[in-house]
């Protein structure tokens, strides 16, 4: 299953809005921002960049970059030839006024004052302000804009980046269900129950595979277990601080005993399941398994005794590959996890 370009795009918008970037030019082949901090660190390998600033406190200067989803319409859209070349204006003389120019710089290089300038003037201060300048004394009197850009694409490897980013940084969650009062001045605190969600990636897999994603929450109070546990808590508006005149009813699970619970719950779960691929996948190892058998029996009878070593190296190996991509197996792995606290007055409907 691959994503579209519009889930793509709406993916990748909720995450330059999580992160607070900038958002400059929003189009539906592209998108240009301005990336705030965090998300620069997510996505620039700039490791050096980013130790100067934290050592020396400095403003930290962030990249503009631009994102296309879809690269036929963006080329459409700009027809003035390739990215990166010069931008008018930016570090580019306009025609006949290069030598001009030229004999101003070439003046102002031999210590004299640019034609036209009063004399005795002062001389002008440079340009701009960087970090460079005020740390290294220098500052470029001419640069060439140019906003990196990145098809983000299905498979390619900003969007695997992007991927990676959010499962890194949304491995662990604890929330609040956002509480708002039925009247102004209630006093009364409202009980939240406490709920631990997992999301289970389910591989059953052979010389084909299958993947699948469980999402399982169990209420660490009564121990009742939900599944599409997401489905049934996106419709609630959650905070990351516990809100006021709110308390959270103690636990009587113990995590580690509640991650158990889930545990057997999927794996009676799955039990059920038909699992007439494993036998056909066995019976189609056992032939694999009999065909090289035979290939490489027949090749250790004919063969010379120093070629023996080197050929029954090559059976092992093969019969390793084989055992790897025929034989059934059923992985089971984590995504993320979080607490969810939501009221045990109104809980969500499903």
Not at 104 to 113: F, H, L
Not at 138 to 161: C, H, K, N
Not at 176 to 185: C, K, N, W, Y
Request: with cysteine; aromatic share 10%.
């Amino acid at each position: 299953m691959t994503m579209t370009a519009d889930q793509i795009r709406s993916f990748v918008l909720r995450y330059l809005e999580a992160e607070q970037c900038d958002i400059m030019e929003k189009h539906p082949a592209y998108v240009t921002v301005k990336l705030s901090p965090s998300a620069d660190k997510d996505l620039n390998h700039r490791p050096y960049y980013w130790s100067f600033v934290e050592r020396t406190g400095v403003t930290p200067e962030t990249m503009t970059c631009t994102f296309v989803f879809d690269p036929e319409a963006y080329r459409e859209l700009q027809p003035h030839g390739p990215p990166g070349g010069p931008q008018p204006g930016a570090g580019a003389a306009a025609p006949g006024l290069a030598g001009t120019a030229g004999m101003a710089a070439a003046g102002a290089t031999a210590g004299q004052p640019p034609a036209g300038s009063p004399a005795g003037a002062a001389p002008q201060p440079p340009q701009g302000d960087s970090i460079l300048g005020r740390y290294f004394g220098f500052v470029p009197t001419s640069f060439t804009a140019r906003i990196p850009r990145d098809e983000v694409t299905y498979g390619s490897r900003r969007l695997e980046q992007l991927f990676a980013a959010v499962r890194a940084k949304g491995k662990y969650v604890r929330l609040f269900e956002r509480h708002v009062p039925e009247q102004p001045r209630r006093t009364a605190t409202v009980p939240y129950e406490t709920w631990l969600a997992v999301n289970y990636k389910v591989e059953l897999a052979c010389d084909m595979k299958r993947s699948e994603i469980h999402s399982l929450g169990i209420q660490l109070q009564t121990g009742v277990i939900r599944e599409r546990f997401m489905d049934w808590i996106a419709p609630v508006d959650f905070t990351p601080q516990l809100p006021a005149h709110v308390y959270i009813t103690p636990d009587r699970i113990a995590l580690p005993r509640a991650v158990l619970f889930l545990e057997e719950h999927l794996e009676s779960k799955l039990a059920k399941y038909d699992h007439r691929w494993a036998k056909e996948a066995q019976l189609r190892l056992a032939d694999e398994q009999a065909r090289v058998r035979d290939y490489y029996e027949a090749l250790l009878k004919s063969a010379e005794p120093d070629q023996r070593p080197d050929i029954e190296a090559q059976y092992a190996g093969r019969s390793r590959e084989i055992e790897w991509q025929y034989r059934p197996r059923i992985r089971i792995s984590a995504i993320n996890c979080g607490l969810f606290h939501v009221s045990s007055a109104k809980p969500p409907a499903y």
